[in-house]
């Protein structure tokens, strides 16, 4: 039975890439009965009927997957933010970057717009990157039309499956547009009353570019903490478990406890107090959100 990887999901349809030709699938009704549904990204095994027909008929073990948007297998998420209109929101970056981090994908940070930064704007950004790339993430900055911009993305895509992400009205078309041209995607102005922008993407696919997979995802705007306990938190920020052994309680929530090495290191100034005010805020909307039935 021939395998291969859906690579686009669209009115029903899966477009399975396999020998260099896209087969145009529908999923098994036993999915359906089981409440699984075939994801862009997953490895499936088909049967043909026809020329270019086919139905899905295995699911291969996934290594990840998210459902809003809905894919799979994800390597890597270039996070897009911008330093001005909008300004740059580190809380809003944390959120993505621990919901990432929960799937055990690899984020890398992406500042767009840097040429509309002053002089003392650019230095308190700069201050940022070098926070964050001590945390162990890798970030670079870009602008529309910079002419280094393939110098700085081509290798960050080689043999990935990558998705961008990010706030509204940052730039995340643009960037498309500019990465793979005949995408031609609807860029638009932020809207001066809402201060965010819109995107017009109503389906996920995998598009081959640089040697690795890119993936344009609606409606990849905001994370929330659904499926995350507040157990697991602490381990979404590599600082945190960098030191969490040299706290005095095993399972050291870093909130009350005695003896606490982040709380140490925040005092210390190792570790930023904006990120653990985050932390805390995250932690407290996990206690509050309404249990799952």
Same mark, same amino acid.
């Given at each position: 039975?021939?395998?291969?990887?859906?690579?686009?999901?669209?009115?029903?349809?899966?477009?399975?890439?396999?020998?260099?030709?896209?087969?145009?699938?529908?999923?098994?009704?036993?999915?359906?009965?089981?409440?699984?549904?075939?994801? %862009?990204?997953?490895?499936?095994?088909?049967? !043909?009927?026809?020329?270019?027909?086919?139905?899905?008929?295995?699911? @291969?073990?996934?290594?990840? #997957?998210?459902?809003?948007?809905?894919?799979?297998?994800?390597?890597?998420?270039?996070?897009?933010?911008?330093?001005?209109?909008?300004?740059?929101?580190?809380?809003?970056?944390?959120?993505?970057?621990? %919901?990432?981090?929960?799937? @055990?994908?690899?984020?890398?940070?992406?500042?767009?717009?840097?040429?509309?930064?002053?002089?003392?704007?650019? =230095?308190?950004?700069?201050?940022?990157?070098?926070?964050?790339?001590?945390?162990?993430?890798? !970030?670079?900055?870009?602008?529309?039309?910079?002419? @280094?911009?393939?110098?700085?993305?081509?290798?960050?895509?080689?043999?990935? /499956?990558?998705?961008?992400?990010?706030?509204?009205?940052?730039?995340?078309?643009?960037?498309?547009?500019?990465?793979?041209? #005949?995408?031609?995607?609807? /860029?638009?102005?932020?809207?001066? +009353?809402?201060?965010?922008?819109?995107?017009?993407?109503?389906? !996920?696919?995998?598009?081959? !570019?640089?040697?690795?997979?890119?993936?344009?995802?609606?409606?990849?705007?905001?994370?929330?903490?659904?499926?995350?306990?507040?157990?697991?938190?602490?381990?979404?920020?590599?600082?945190? %478990?960098?030191?969490?052994? =040299?706290?005095?309680?095993?399972?050291?929530? @870093?909130? *009350?406890?005695?003896?606490? +090495? %982040?709380?140490?290191?925040?005092?210390?100034?190792?570790?930023?107090?904006?990120?653990?005010?985050?932390?805390?805020?995250?932690? *407290?909307?996990?206690?509050?959100?309404?249990?799952?039935?």
């Amino acid at each position: 039975m021939p395998t291969g990887q859906i690579r686009k999901a669209l009115s029903g349809f899966y477009y399975v890439y396999d020998n260099e030709q896209l087969i145009q699938c529908r999923g098994r009704g036993v999915f359906r009965n089981r409440g699984e549904s075939p994801l %862009v990204g997953d490895f499936v095994d088909y049967t !043909v009927e026809g020329e270019n027909d086919g139905t899905i008929t295995v699911i @291969h073990e996934r290594k990840n #997957s998210l459902i809003r948007p809905p894919i799979a297998n994800i390597d890597q998420a270039i996070l897009v933010f911008s330093v001005k209109e909008p300004d740059f929101n580190t809380i809003l970056l944390d959120r993505f970057l621990v %919901v990432l981090e929960s799937f @055990h994908i690899e984020p890398i940070i992406c500042l767009t717009k840097s040429d509309l930064l002053d002089e003392k704007a650019e =230095e308190t950004i700069k201050q940022y990157i070098k926070e964050y790339e001590e945390i162990g993430y890798q !970030v670079f900055m870009t602008f529309k039309d910079d002419p @280094h911009f393939d110098d700085k993305i081509t290798p960050l895509l080689k043999g990935k /499956t990558t998705v961008l992400a990010g706030q509204s009205g940052v730039g995340k078309s643009t960037l498309l547009n500019t990465i793979l041209p #005949s995408l031609n995607l609807k /860029t638009g102005v932020i809207s001066d +009353a809402l201060g965010r922008g819109k995107h017009t993407t109503r389906h !996920v696919e995998l598009i081959e !570019v640089c040697g690795g997979l890119l993936a344009d995802t609606p409606g990849f705007s905001s994370f929330e903490f659904d499926l995350m306990e507040k157990e697991e938190l602490s381990s979404c920020f590599p600082e945190f %478990v960098e030191i969490q052994d =040299e706290c005095k309680f095993r399972g050291c929530m @870093h909130v *009350n406890e005695p003896k606490c +090495a %982040v709380k140490d290191a925040i005092e210390l100034g190792k570790i930023k107090d904006y990120r653990y005010k985050h932390y805390l805020q995250f932690f *407290n909307e996990i206690l509050d959100r309404k249990p799952r039935y």
